[in-house]
């Protein structure tokens, strides 16, 4: 038996349907806040937009940034008391943090040189297509992908 196959019994690797079934229910469970506010306007789409809101990176496969700066993206739902994330819509998590749910897969709505810094922890070993991050950050910036392999 896999160490992930131990740690997440009768999940099913080898069937993606049924893997995002079951990956939906444990986001409930998993991604949640307190407050969850919409705010107008949606993402911030360059630099200047990200200035605006105070943040200067974005943190991909995470609802939940623990930057101060930085921009908490996923493509799983974030859920709050009374209203759940949709794409294409930037909120004010907890009153602290901001998050837009969004699919990496997919071109991403952000100019380049947007950001000074992208950060992906075990997340980019999942992606089939070649990455789009790497473009959004400014020239000299850090796109900073991490994976654990062993």
């Known amino acids: 038996m896999t160490e992930q196959s131990e740690r997440f019994p009768g999940w099913d690797w080898d069937d ?3 893997l995002a079934v079951r990956l939906d229910a444990f986001s409930e469970q998993v991604a949640t806040c307190d407050k969850l506010e919409a705010h107008p306007g949606g993402p911030p789409r360059d630099h200047a937009g990200f200035r605006e809101l105070g943040l200067t ?5 995470a ?3 623990t930057h101060p700066q930085g921009l908490g993206t996923d493509l799983a739902t974030l ?10 819509t930037l ?3 907890d009153g602290d943090r901001w998050f837009t ?6 071109p991403l709505p952000f100019a380049d040189a947007s950001v000074d810094w992208v950060y992906a922890e075990h997340l980019i070993e999942h992606v089939t ?6 473009g959004c950050a400014r020239p000299g910036g ?4 991490a994976a654990c392999c062993g």
């Open 91 to 93: 909120y004010r998590v």
């Open 142 to 145: 850090c796109c900073a992908p």
């Open 129 to 134: 297509t070649p990455s789009p991050s790497a």
């Open 101 to 106: 749910q969004l699919d990496i897969s997919k």
């Open 16 to 18: 993606p349907d049924g």
């Open 63 to 65: 609802f939940r940034t």
């Open 57 to 61: 990176g974005i943190e991909f496969a």
């Open 79 to 88: 859920r709050g008391p009374d209203t759940a994330t949709e794409p294409g």
